[in-house]
């Protein structure tokens, strides 16, 4: 099975910027679609953004405000989320997720068998 690992998180203060970097193991990347999901404390998982094989992108208004930016490179085996302009309503643990490339790009975290262990993104005032 395909293994990730997400990198990149940390602390910052509002407005500031982090990019998360989800590294794949095991099999190429190119071959699922690619999903960032978010979880704060009391909240459901959210979806975040998700880019698929052909590189269409679909991003969560509710979640990114137009803020994020997902992308992949499939030489290097990553998926990255580029965070720019953050806000206290961001902190929480982000997880990078894998599926095959099968059904609807927009399908929610349940449809993503493989994920990786999380790394946390607090943004304070």
């Known amino acids: 099975q395909v293994q990730l690992i997400e990198s990149g998180g940390g602390s910052v203060q509002t407005g500031g910027s982090l990019r998360l970097s989800c590294l794949g193991s095991?099999?190429?990347?190119?071959?699922?679609?690619m999903g960032w999901f978010r979880q704060a404390p009391g909240r459901e998982r959210e979806l975040v953004a998700v880019?698929?094989?052909?590189?269409?992108?679909?991003y969560a208004p509710e979640a990114a405000m137009g803020r994020f930016i997902i992308s992949r490179d499939n030489a290097k085996n990553t998926v990255d989320l580029q965070m720019n302009n953050l806000k206290p309503e961001d902190t929480a643990i982000y997880y990078c997720?894998?599926?095959?490339?099968?059904?609807?790009?927009?399908?929610?975290?349940?449809?993503?068998?493989?994920w990786g262990q999380g790394t946390q993104v607090t943004v304070s005032s």
């Open positions: 997720a894998a599926k095959e490339t099968t059904g609807n790009i927009a399908e929610g975290s349940s449809s993503y068998p493989y």
């Open positions: 095991g099999r190429p990347l190119g071959i699922y679609t």
């Open positions: 880019i698929n094989v052909p590189g269409l992108k679909i």
